[in-house]
C-alpha cells in the first residue's frame, strides 16, 4: 500500500484562488427525504406507544430482545463497575479530566450565568434571574464514534449548571457495551442511563415514556437519524446545535516544528473522511516542510486511510501574503478548531473574530483542548461559529427577566406606554398602564 | 350585542381538575405540509434568482410592482422622515422606551456578555471571548400585527451587543407604510430596511441577493409562512425561537384591586384568539370579583370580540388551594408572562422556576413590561421558558473558547490526553500530545 496525503496547494495571489477555495470548503447538509420520513414514524410511535415502540425498535436496530424497559436501563451500580474495571491510568485520566472540565465551566458559571439586577431612579427592580434546567437528556453514540470524553463534555456543563437529572443514552449494538463510555458516565455524575439509541432514543427522551423520563433539552452528537429527530422534536425540547464534519484550520508564522502542525492537521483528520483540516501560512517554504512530515508521518498512523482521504478529499495548505490575510481568511471560514501556531500568539488573536475555539500558541494541540485542557469541545461546525458557541453551561440554564415597577415608577412609565399601545391599536395594554396611574 | 367572557373556572380540589386543565393547555404547532412545501420552493428559488425572484413574489404577495429593488429598499432619510412626522408625544414616547431598553440592556451585557479569561497554575490561560454577530437580520410583521415595539425589542439588543450591521425586513402589503414602524426603525438605529416579506425575504436574509446583503442571524416575528422559512434557513443563519401564541399568567393573593388583573387578563387576550389568559388565585371571593370586573369592563374594549373569544377559548380562572400551589402549577405551565400580583412578590418569585418574564408586584403590569420597563418583550412561549430565554444581547453575541498551554502545562496535559485519546483509538491526538513532550 502506498498512501499518499496531499492536501489541495493554494496561493491567495493566484487568480484562480477565490473559486478553488469556495470549492474546497464547500459543504452541504442536504436532508434525506428517506431518513426524514421515517425519522417522523418512529417519532410518532414512541410518542403514541412509549416503551413498546422503543423496545421493539432497539430490537430492530440494535438487535437487543429486551423483556421490558428495565432491562434497557444501567444502573448507577453498572456504571460504577465499569469505572472501577479500568486500569488505574484510564480511571485517574478520567477524573483528571473531568475535574479540569469541571473547573473551567465553574469559572464560566460564574463570569457569564449569574442572576443579576439593579435597581432605577424610581426604585423600580429590572434584572435576569438565571436557573438550571430540571432535567436534560444526554445522547451519546455508540459503536465505533464512542468518546467517552464526550460524555464528560455534554454532563459537567449540565452538572455544574445545577441541573437536577442528567438522562443518558447510548445505544449498545448487539449488546457491546463500551466501559470508558460507562465510566465517564459515572464519573460525570449522570443521573439515569439507557442502552437505547436512534430516533427512538430522541423520541423517548422528548415525549417521556412510562420509564423513560421527558426532559427539558437533549444534547449530544449522533448519526443522521439522530440529527433529523433532534431537528423534529426542536419546540416540545430544546436541542444543541445539529454538528456538520469536524474541522481545523491553522494559522502558522513558521515557528512551529513542522511535525507539530501535520499531526494537528491528522488529528482532525482522522476523525472521518469528511473532517477539514486546513493550514494557512504566509511562507511557501514551511508549507514544503509540513507537507513533508505529512509525508513521513502518514505510513506511521493506523488511522492512515481515513486521514489521507480527508487531507485528499477536504484539506487545503494555502499559501497567503501576509499573516493578516490569514486571520481574514480564517474569519470567513470561521472554523470549529482555530490553531494560532505562532510565536506571537496574542498579536493575532484579536484579529480572529468567529471560531468554537481557538488555540493559542504551539504548546496548544487541538488534542489537549479537546480532552482536559477544561473547555468544552463541543463547538460549533460548519462557519456556524459566525453565530454560535460552545456547549456550555449557559446552554443548561435559562434566564427570566426580572420587573418589579415601584408606585412612582408606574407614574413615569404609565404615560410612555400608553402611548405606544395606542400607537399599536392595543387598548387594553393601554388601560391597564392607565388604571395604576395615581 | 351581548359578548360574554366566561373563562373557563376550575379548582384544584376537584377530582377532574387534571383533565381539564391539561384539555385548557393543549396547543399543537403542527405543520401543515402545504405551507412547508410552498415555503421550500420560495426559498429555493430566492437562492437561485435572487433579486428577481425576490421581486416576483412581493409583486404577487404584497401586490408591490418594483421596477428593481431599489424600488424596495427604505433610505435612512425615509426613515427620519417618519420619525419626524409623528405628533411629538409618540416620537419622545418612543425615544423614552428605546432609552430604557437600551440601559436595560446595556446592564445585561455587562452581567453576562464579556469576555473573561484566568491562567491556572501551570500558566496555562482559559476563558472565553465573547464577539458580537457581523449582520443580523430582523423580521417586522406588516399589516395588522405591526408592531413598533417589537423594532426596538429587536434591533435594541443587536445594538448594544455590536452588530455593526442591522438589516431590517418589513412587508407594505398594497404600499402602505406604517409610519411608527419606520420611525421605530430610525431611533433603534437599523442600518437598512426593505418593504420585503414573507418566506422570500427570509431566503433573502439568510442567502443574500445582489442587493439583500446575507446575515448571520435573522430574529423576530412573522406568520406560518416566515414561520417555516426561518426553520428551515436553521443552520445557515442562526434563529431567534419561533413564537407560538401569547400567554399570561396571574397569581394573586386577592390583594390587588381586581380590575386591574381583569385588564391584565384583558392586555393579553386582546393580542389574538389563540393567546391565552390564567388567573391562579387561593381566594374563591377574589375570583368572582374578577370575574365581576372582566363583565363590567369587557363593553367597554375596543377589542372586545377577540378578547371574548380569547378568554371564552382558551382562558381560565383557576381556584388552588394555597398559594405555594399556584407556584406551582406556574411552574408546570412555565408562562411567557408570569405576573405575581401580590403585595409580598419577593416571597413567591423564589418557588418560581419556569417564566419568560416574572412582573412583581401589583404596580407591573404586563403593559408596561411590553413597551418600557426596559427588560426585552420577545419571551419564550407554548412552555419554552423550561429551556430558553428572553431575547437579549447575548443573542446578538457568541463566544469562542480561548486556550493556551503553556511549555509546563503540556506535560501535565499530555499524560493525561494521551491516555484518553488511546482509549477512543484516536492515535494522531495522542501523537499530537506526545509531541509536545519535552
Known amino acids: 500500500m502506498n498512501l499518499q496525503a496531499k492536501p489541495l496547494r493554494l496561493s491567495t495571489d493566484s487568480p484562480d484562488f477565490e473559486a478553488q477555495f469556495k470549492a474546497r470548503l464547500h459543504w452541504s447538509a442536504d436532508t434525506d427525504a428517506a431518513i426524514e420520513q421515517r425519522v417522523a414514524e418512529i417519532l410518532a410511535d414512541v410518542q403514541s406507544r412509549g416503551d413498546e415502540a422503543v423496545m421493539a425498535y432497539t430490537a430492530r ?80 453514540p455508540g459503536g465505533k464514534a464512542a468518546y467517552p470524553s464526550s460524555v464528560l463534555m455534554n454532563a459537567i456543563p449540565a452538572h455544574v449548571a445545577g441541573v437536577s437529572e442528567i438522562i443518558m443514552v447510548v445505544p449498545t449494538p448487539g449488546g457491546e457495551r463500551n466501559p470508558l463510555v460507562l465510566a465517564a458516565a459515572h464519573v460525570a455524575g449522570v443521573s439515569r442511563a439507557f442502552t437505547i439509541g436512534g430516533a427512538q432514543a430522541i423520541g423517548a427522551l422528548a415525549y417521556g415514556t412510562a420509564t423513560v423520563p421527558a426532559v427539558d433539552k437533549i444534547t449530544g452528537p449522533g448519526n443522521a437519524y439522530v440529527a433529523a429527530a433532534k431537528r423534529r422534536v426542536f419546540g416540545t425540547v430544546g436541542i444543541d446545535m445539529i454538528a456538520g464534519p469536524s474541522e481545523i484550520l491553522v494559522l502558522a508564522d513558521g515557528t512551529t516544528p513542522p511535525d507539530w502542525v501535520a499531526m494537528d492537521l491528522f488529528s482532525q483528520a482522522e476523525h472521518d473522511e469528511l473532517a477539514q483540516s486546513i493550514l ?159
Request: proline fraction near 6%; hydrophobic fraction near 40%; include cysteine.
Open 61 to 140: 436496530f440494535d438487535r437487543l430482545d429486551a423483556k421490558n424497559m428495565q432491562a434497557l436501563e444501567l444502573g448507577a451500580d453498572e456504571l460504577r463497575a465499569a469505572f472501577e474495571s479500568l486500569p488505574p491510568a484510564q480511571r485517574s485520566a478520567l477524573e483528571n479530566a473531568a475535574q479540569r472540565v469541571r473547573s473551567y465551566h465553574e469559572a464560566q458559571k460564574k463570569a457569564c450565568g449569574e442572576s443579576w439586577s439593579y435597581r432605577d431612579a424610581d426604585g423600580s427592580l429590572l434584572g435576569q434571574k438565571v436557573t438550571p434546567l430540571d432535567r436534560v437528556g444526554i445522547y451519546v
Open 280 to 438: 494557512l501560512c504566509p511562507e511557501p517554504a514551511y508549507i514544503d516542510r509540513v507537507q513533508a512530515e505529512i509525508d513521513r508521518l502518514l505510513p506511521t498512523m493506523p488511522r492512515a486511510e481515513i486521514i489521507a482521504a480527508s487531507l485528499n478529499g477536504r484539506g487545503a495548505l494555502i499559501h497567503t501574503r501576509t499573516m493578516q490575510e490569514a486571520c481574514e481568511i480564517s474569519n470567513r471560514i470561521a472554523p470549529e478548531h482555530l490553531e494560532v501556531s505562532s510565536n506571537e500568539p496574542h498579536r493575532w488573536e484579536p484579529l480572529l473574530r468567529h471560531a468554537g475555539a481557538i488555540f493559542l500558541g504551539s504548546y496548544t494541540s487541538e488534542s489537549l483542548g479537546d480532552y482536559c485542557a477544561g473547555p468544552n469541545h463541543v463547538l460549533p461546525t460548519s462557519g456556524t461559529a459566525r453565530f454560535s458557541s460552545p456547549l456550555g453551561v449557559y446552554d443548561f440554564q435559562k434566564r427570566s427577566s426580572l420587573i418589579e415597577v415601584s408606585a412612582a415608577g408606574a407614574q413615569v412609565l404609565g404615560p410612555v406606554a400608553v402611548i405606544l399601545a395606542e400607537g399599536e391599536g392595543l387598548q387594553a395594554h393601554a388601560e391597564a398602564a392607565r388604571l395604576r396611574l395615581g
